[in-house]
């Protein structure tokens, strides 16, 4: 594998060659101060324990195609990444931003489809296969189509952070956010009580007020359930948590029926009407009437009730039109359009392959470019030029060839480091972050994000089917007030020292 | 609830109360090869164990002679006996996973926690050693997931399918323990009261947590009716027909609340028969027919709760 020359950005700035203190950045200051004394096998066997807790919990996930279907953790590091309040609510404000300008551009492309008049978005989106003809003319509660929304953010440098992609179906990894935080303050219950870190839990209490809100109109006391794909799905460990937060029925497609233009599920009691419905199966299986006629999974006639008015589903049939890789170079845009205001967060700059130039210049520049199937998900169709080999390459420029249409291509970014607990010691590795932004009455998003951190040394691909794993991220409170934050930081550092043993075996940084 | 929540957790209970059950006939047959009994075969010694468990045909297509090491293989470990103390743990696991929400996470993760410490028996060669040991682990799991269940669940529709599941199987097991017991024991000519047989009573006894009850109750030698006594028809031992009966008939009541359901009238009947039942007539008519018509009608008492209230196709 071709090793990157690049000096990649990294969270704590810990430098292996100068191991100056005065690099690392100020909010990890106290954290470096604590994690550099701390020796190895100490950390490791805090990861050993967390991994016990894990699988005793059950928070496993299954792999697709895996011969022997068994149940995996997904590998949790014990370092944190820290984001500082400022940080924050620029991320967060941007995020925000985001969805409200694709909420309003879902709406408008099933019903007027002004950005497409206005020739800002090119017709050719109608004939994408995520776009739900069946969708169009459909009024939905609140005009909300993506009420639970993961925007995919990195960053290259102090001040330079990009959004990767948007994810409007049925994002995941929200209970990782939540079980990580548990698992971090069970750890290391002495960093929880002297740095401010901003609360995630109450997450479900906020997605469940959402949820009820976007019940039809005059419905006093909506149920809400949660629709799963069954214990074999690879995310079945976060719907169940979900569920059991929120306090609502974890359903499967064979639970629900249909009747009288209403959805209703069997219980021990009789049937019992559904009004809303956040579910975490795809457009492609909900309805087997409508779409994949062989799905076992959806509920016949569920679309019929919910064009008419029946029930909500969340996230909305249809929302994949918006997070297409062939929609995201025009969300900047969309932001501008509807909401007159200038994009906080950036995209990526991206080639369209459809166009020739682009088609082009990727060809010839494959070794240092990424390059995306649109319509894809997963991390499964995508090629890492500068750590493919050369076969790689050029099995996929032949897949590129045939349709290129079907890609997208992007700069391979530099992505950020953060350190990452691995067998030789602690070492940098690429992150990202993935907030989630909730969308009912209002739209928010609570102060926490899933970090995933690809492990595998100068890999940029995080997806925990590739082998990814995952973080708790820090959100610092009392950001405005720095000095407040770095002396409470010190004042921690001094006290862990001065609790320690004196050990021999220090942390080894792995450069 | 649910009808596929109240079906999962319904069987996620017979499962844990099916391997205790089999544990404890396998314990108790281990106990009894170890006393020095000539007249007594190892086929004929682990024959019934087989019989309880309803599988000899299976067996014996599988692995052909009887004797301890492979029905020991069989009941405990084989992953194709259906009724095998690891397809009942591994199925119980299953259940619960596809119920997890439904359960308190002190549930859930006593029942996740139980099956990879299973592991650690997988490839063991329990006829050799730590039969005992493995039958104790079994039991004593399957104490804490009824105490679990007891001290930490919500008492709402959910808790009461976990009851039900646990004292159907409990009653069929305890039924098909007797009869097969009984019907091995009681030999026309031999004369009863003799050394093996009080062995071979006392055992049955244990294998049901009874001994020290009957001891206590009649503080007198043992024998054959009382043991039937004390498993049939008396309500204050736990694992007695008719003190599970005691818990099912009440739950189907109160789940059924104003339905009329087959299930409710069925266990009505049955709990009468046990509440009102005079051993006399019993041994009368006939311990053996008793016991046989006592596991059809619970069979059927199963299938008519399962059409009530689990079966997912009645809309």
Known sequence: ?511 | MLSRTADHLYWMARYIERAENMARVLEVTYSMSLVPNAAQSEAALWLPALEISGNVDAYEEEYGDVNAADVIHYLAMDADNPSSIYNALRNARENARAVRVAMTSETWENINALWLEFSQFIGQDLAKSGLREFCDWVKARSHLFRGVCFGTMLRDDAFSFVRLGTFIERADNTARLLDVKYHLLLPEEEEIGGAVDYYEWSAVLRSVSAFQAYQKIFSDTIVPWRVAELLVLRRDMPRSLHACLDEISPILEQLSGARHTECRRLAGELHARLRYGKMQDIFQHGLHEFLSDFIDSNNLLGAEIQRAFLSINAS
């Open chain 1, 1 to 511: 594998m071709q090793k990157s020359p690049k000096i990649f950005f990294d969270e704590m700035q810990l430098d292996a060659s100068k191991l100056d203190e005065k690099q690392v950045r100020h909010i990890y200051a106290a954290y470096h101060d604590w994690l550099k004394d701390i020796p190895h096998h100490q950390l490791e066997s805090k990861r050993q324990e967390a991994e016990l807790l894990f699988r005793r919990v059950g928070i496993t996930f299954n792999v697709y195609g895996e011969a022997d279907g068994a149940e995996r953790l997904i590998p949790f590091d014990v370092i944190p990444r820290l984001i500082s309040g400022k940080e924050w609510s620029k991320l967060s404000a941007g995020a925000i931003q985001r969805v409200k300008a694709l909420n309003m551009f879902l709406h408008d492309i099933y019903h007027k489809q002004e950005i497409i008049q206005a020739g800002i978005v090119p017709a050719s989106i109608l004939a994408n296969s995520q776009y739900r003809p069946e969708m169009f003319g459909v009024d939905v509660p609140n005009q909300i189509y993506a009420h639970i929304a993961g925007i995919d953010l990195v960053r290259t440098s102090e001040s330079q952070f990009y959004v990767l992609e948007d994810n409007l179906r049925t994002p995941s990894g929200v209970s990782y956010m939540l079980e990580d935080r548990k698992m971090m303050m069970r750890l290391f219950p002495e960093l929880f009580r002297r740095y401010h870190i901003a609360q995630v839990d109450h997450y479900p209490q906020v997605l469940l007020k959402n949820l009820r809100a976007v019940a039809q109109h005059g419905i006093q006391d909506p149920t809400v359930v949660l629709l799963s794909p069954g214990a074999y799905n690879s995310a079945y460990f976060e719907h169940a948590f979900i569920a059991q937060q929120m306090g609502i029925e974890l359903v499967e497609g064979t639970d629900l029926f249909v009747r009288n233009n209403a959805v209703y599920m069997r219980t021990t009691q009789g049937p019992q009407k559904v009004d809303v419905i956040y579910r975490r199966i795809d457009d492609d299986y909900i309805d087997p009437l409508v779409f994949n006629a062989d799905s076992m999974l959806g509920v016949p006639g569920l679309l019929s009730v919910y064009r008419n008015g029946g029930v909500t589903l969340a996230n909305a049939v249809g929302t994949g039109v918006a997070d297409d890789k062939a929609t995201y170079i025009y969300v900047p845009e969309m932001i501008k359009f509807y909401l007159g205001e200038e994009p906080l967060l950036e995209n990526v700059p991206t080639y369209e392959l459809s166009k020739e130039a682009d088609l082009q210049y990727t060809l010839e520049h494959l070794h240092e470019l990424v390059v995306k199937e649109v319509q894809g998900s997963g991390g499964y169709g995508m090629l890492v030029g500068p750590a493919a080999t050369k076969k790689e390459i050029e099995e996929f420029r032949l897949r590129i060839v045939s349709k290129p249409a079907n890609y997208i291509a992007q700069p391979t970014l530099a992505l950020s480091t953060c350190p990452t607990l691995v067998e030789a010691g602690i070492a940098p590795r690429h992150v990202d972050l993935r907030p989630f932004v909730l969308s009912g009455k209002t739209v928010t998003l609570v102060p926490g994000a899933l970090c995933r951190v690809a492990l595998k040394e100068g890999s940029l691909v995080v997806n925990s089917s590739q082998g990814g794993g995952t973080k708790d991220t820090w959100v610092l409170e009392d950001a405005d007030d720095e000095t407040e934050v770095l002396q409470s930081l010190a004042t921690l550092s001094k006290e862990t020292k001065l609790n320690k043993n004196t050990k021999n075996s220090k942390v080894e940084t792995v450069c």
